[in-house]
C-alpha cells in the first residue's frame, strides 16, 4: 500500500508563487508516474501537469510556461512549483501517482488528500 501526502498550499496574491509538495511512502520499488490535479468549485478535476518515472514531464496548456513540476526520485517526492498565478488557479490541489510495489510487477494507483490553493487580493 502506498500515501500521498500534498503539503504546500494556502493563499497567493496575484502573480505570486507557490510550491507543492507530494511525498509517497510505503512499499514502492519504482514511480511510474505522478501527476498534480486540480478541482475548482463547481468544475471537474482537471490534470495540471505529470513527470513520469523517467522525468518525462507534460501540462495543461492553461499552466504551460507558468509551472513547473519535478521529482525528487530519492525522497519519492514531486513537487509543483507555481508562477504568476490567477485567480483561475484557485482550486483543491491533488496529487496523484502510479507506483510498482512489489518485484512481480503490482502496481498502486490513488490519491492524495488534497491541499487548497487561493489566489487572492
Known amino acids: 500500500q502506498v500515501q500521498l501526502v500534498e503539503s504546500g498550499g494556502g493563499l497567493v496574491q496575484p502573480g505570486g508563487s507557490l510550491r507543492l509538495s507530494c511525498t509517497a511512502s510505503?512499499?514502492?520499488?519504482?514511480?511510474?508516474?505522478m501527476a498534480w490535479y486540480r478541482e475548482a468549485p463547481g468544475k471537474e478535476r482537471e490534470l495540471v501537469a505529470t513527470?513520469?518515472?523517467?522525468?518525462?514531464?507534460d501540462y495543461a496548456d492553461s499552466v504551460k510556461a507558468r509551472f513547473t513540476i519535478s521529482r525528487d526520485s530519492a525522497k519519492n517526492a514531486a513537487y509543483l512549483q507555481m508562477n504568476s498565478q490567477k485567480p483561475e488557479d484557485k482550486a483543491v490541489y491533488y496529487c496523484?501517482?502510479?507506483?510498482?510495489?512489489?518485484?512481480?510487477?503490482?502496481?498502486?494507483?490513488?490519491w492524495g488528500q488534497g491541499t487548497q490553493v487561493t489566489v487572492s487580493s
Open positions: 496523484n501517482g502510479e507506483f510498482h510495489i512489489d518485484e512481480q510487477g503490482s502496481t498502486w494507483h490513488g
Open positions: 510505503g512499499s514502492i520499488v519504482r514511480t511510474n508516474f
Open positions: 513527470i513520469t518515472g523517467g522525468g518525462s514531464t
